[in-house]
């Protein structure tokens, strides 16, 4: 343990630098795009020396809130959160409209599985039936922004992803078979650090957070269609209820 | 489909086994680490055969809600997280009925604040104009569960924390200015690390990550009375809308 680390009340000190850093932020000191002071100045202006500056530095720059720009300086990341809104009718690509030029969901895999007990309850199946289960990632303008695993009963939508494919929508794939409309019946919201697959699928850096969403979409007689547990990375994204 | 699975009504033995261990955890027959009966007693007690009652654990721990530990027993699980449901009417101590015994808001103090640009917005103020301000941590059965600061317009509340230390209740404390009923207008929800202070509020580890909901209570005509910033240990609670 470095000295800096036992400072103050027992809490790291390029903890407290990295929180007065994000207060600055919150608080509006510091623009998106603003350049940080030096590390020189920081360590003047925190009494610590710049290993703990850097340190402090490298933790925000994990979290999103910073970016280092190599021989240029560390600076506020413009990264503009999405806000995703969830509502009776949720439609991923109708709530970012406004907020990115494109989005695009890539179908990484489909396949048939036994529903859990989690999957049949939300769909009203017996644990054990048949379900499709599709696994995708979406980006706007080209950053992965939503890892999603949905689940429908096979019985009712055998060739769901094959029509998915052909129709490139959720939407029109849920028309194709009779349902014009859905509505969300249940979001359940959590958040947790990513694992190592939505790591690597969603370009992010060990120890970000992920924003995890269980949801049902229902016909509106609140029939349940399709169960999804979606994974947003919570640097760029948030849920607008 | 089992026989067990046709009971009552027409809901599942298992499901009714597993409801039932559900209350007597949430309802503090079982606690955190007690060990569940053996199969063979939970078998008698439920008129059930063991296959069944099985099925009922292993639900139960695929919902995180028991461990079974391999020779020894099956066990409830020490985290449990609440589930807080966000909707039109979002009331804290309500939505955590059943879930805990006794919910607490303790008050760590209030100021009168001028608006940042964010909390003007919110409320519909002009930047800058004087606000009231509150800080809070609850707790539900002693476990701290979420750090709040609210705001709500000096004008129109200005003895707001004094109504609310004598009243212990926001709901009352509306209700004493002329709002019998408030409605969620607007829940924003994001998600990061917790800082210092939340850490030591929360009785956190460093590392650990909160939930963040932004949320807007306004009057049924759509006037907002209060703005709230609440952090939610991720760990021990979950959003529902």
């Not at 343990?1 to 103050?8: E, F, G, I, N």
């Not at 014009?180 to 060990?206: F, K, N, Q, W």
């Amino acid at each position: 343990m470095t000295k800096s680390q036992s400072a103050a009340g027992g809490v790291a000190l390029w903890r407290q630098i990295a929180d007065a850093i994000r207060l600055d932020i919150v608080g509006g000191k510091l623009a998106n795009g603003d350049q940080l002071p030096t590390e020189a100045l920081l360590a003047e202006r925190f009494s610590a020396n710049r290993h703990t500056v850097r340190h402090a530095l490298a933790v925000l720059a994990e979290e999103g809130v910073v970016i280092a720009e190599q021989g240029r300086g560390t600076f506020v990341k413009s990264i503009r959160r999405l806000s995703y809104p969830i509502g009776k009718r949720t439609r991923f690509r109708e709530g970012l409209k406004g907020q990115a030029n494109t989005v695009v969901t890539n179908t990484l895999g489909d396949r048939i599985d036994n529903a859990s007990a989690q999957v049949a309850e939300a769909l009203g199946l017996k644990p054990g039936a048949k379900v499709v289960r599709l696994e995708a990632v979406s980006l706007a303008d080209g950053v992965p922004l939503s890892r999603s695993t949905t689940w429908l009963a096979y019985r009712q939508f055998p060739d769901f992803a094959a029509r998915l494919t052909e129709l490139n929508s959720i939407t029109r794939a849920f028309e194709s078979y009779g349902f014009p409309d859905y509505v969300r019946a249940m979001t359940r919201i959590s958040a947790r650090h990513a694992d190592v697959e939505e790591t690597r699928l969603l370009g992010l850096a060990p120890g970000a957070i992920v924003l995890v969403s269980e949801a049902v979409n229902a016909d509106p007689e609140g029939n349940p269609l399709s169960y999804a547990l979606s994974r947003f990375p919570a640097e760029r994204m948030e849920l607008v209820v």
